[in-house]
């Protein structure tokens, strides 16, 4: 089945770039997903990538994708306060018609003023 | 335009009592999501609608779980005789349609005693 895993903790200084990486297994993986979690809310839609590609940027985002060796990777220029939060990685693929997505554990950034 | 609606945002319920979690999509979306976060946990796919259609429930409980999507009115998640381990984050997401992204509800945070 589907596994996605991640770093559980990340703690960077404000200026600096975090990278928050992620593993998946499953190799027909359509679209990846970085999502962000702010304490007691719904998830925030950061960014994704389509497996096709290598790399896309954002702004202060930056998503890397090893397809080779199923490489997730968010970096996050500059890294603010307001960047502290839970991020998400997330995986997906038109299966049984459904984009279901299949989630990691998530990564707690926090950023140290 | 409004983003995706959950109510209520929280909800207490005794054991042996139904829960019912109601879900609003954006506009122009016509396709549903519910997944369940657990405490520490990343989000567990549960059930995929579109209108008045459940397309995907590969994630769903077998029993006390059920979910309907109907012409007129918000998607429900319905939970007969909650149980302890039933109290997490349910959070559902909307699509407009033949999209993949994903935009998810503040969620709504079920507390069984």
């Known amino acids: 089945g589907e596994d996605v895993e991640q770093s559980l903790f990340l703690s960077v200084r404000e200026g600096d770039s975090s990278v928050i990486n992620c593993t998946y297994t499953?190799?027909?993986?359509?679209?990846l997903y970085w999502y962000k979690q702010e304490p007691g809310a719904g998830l925030q839609l950061l960014t994704y990538?389509?497996?096709?590609?290598d790399m896309k940027q954002d702004q202060r985002l930056t998503v890397l994708l090893n397809k080779k060796d199923k490489h997730l990777s968010l970096r996050i220029a500059d890294t603010q306060t307001g960047d502290s939060a839970i991020y998400f990685c997330?995986?997906?693929?038109?299966?049984?018609?459904?984009?279901?997505?299949?989630f990691g554990k998530g990564t707690k950034l926090s950023v140290i003023p | 335009n409004a983003g995706v609606m959950q109510n209520p945002r929280h909800l207490v319920r005794r054991r042996g009592q139904e829960a019912r979690l109601r879900c609003s999509p954006m506009?122009?979306?016509?396709?549903v999501y519910w997944y369940r976060q657990l405490p520490e946990e990343g989000l567990k796919f549960m059930v995929y609608?579109?209108?008045?259609?459940?397309?995907?429930e590969s994630g769903m409980p077998k029993e006390r779980f059920s979910a309907e999507f109907p012409k007129e009115g918000p998607s429900i998640l319905r939970i007969q005789q909650v149980v302890r381990g039933d109290s997490a984050a349910y959070f559902c997401?909307?699509?407009?349609?033949?999209?993949?992204?994903?935009?998810f509800g503040p969620g709504t945070r079920l507390t069984v005693t």
């Open positions: 997401a909307s699509s407009p349609p033949g999209s993949h992204e994903q935009y």
């Open positions: 499953d190799s027909s993986s359509t679209y």
């Open positions: 990538i389509f497996s096709n590609m």
């Open positions: 997330a995986e997906t693929y038109l299966g049984a018609g459904s984009y279901q997505l299949t």
């Open positions: 506009k122009g979306h016509s396709h």
């Open positions: 609608l579109q209108k008045e259609n459940i397309i995907d």
